[in-house]
């Protein structure tokens, strides 16, 4: 018997990761539209760039969940942590967003 159970511990990583990008995605956008008065350009730039973000990191999660059921079952490694940095990227970029709509607010 595996240490491990054979689903629920992987589909548990891929529902924190689906709530991860849906509150970083959220708050993004959220701090768009409180930029989009103040600093129209940088909104649109900033929310773009968390909207591609945000999309990037859902595609390689839902890759992310595949590949660590399918190395659990034959006994290997998990996959590396390229989805930890993009999201490290897109919670900088939500940061920067509160930064601006505080700092530009009137």
């Known amino acids: ?19 991860t990008v849906m509150s ?3 708050a993004s956008l959220l701090l768009g539209r409180l930029l989009l008065e103040h ?3 940088l909104a649109v730039a900033l929310t773009g760039c968390s909207t ?15 590949l660590a059921d399918a ?3 034959r ?3 998990l996959p590396d942590a390229t989805l930890s940095a ?6 900088l970029v939500v940061g920067v967003m509160a930064l601006a709509a505080i ?3 009137p």
């Open 86 to 91: 993009i999201t490290g990227t897109l919670v």
């Open 71 to 73: 190395r659990l079952r």
């Open 39 to 41: 600093a129209p350009v």
């Open 1 to 19: 018997m595996p240490p491990w159970d054979p689903g629920l511990q992987n589909e548990r990583t891929a529902l924190a990761w689906s709530r």
């Open 24 to 26: 970083a995605y959220g």
């Open 52 to 66: 591609v973000l945000a999309a990037v990191l859902a595609g390689l999660a839902r890759r992310r969940h595949r």
């Open 75 to 77: 006994g290997e490694g």
């Open 103 to 105: 700092v530009l607010r």
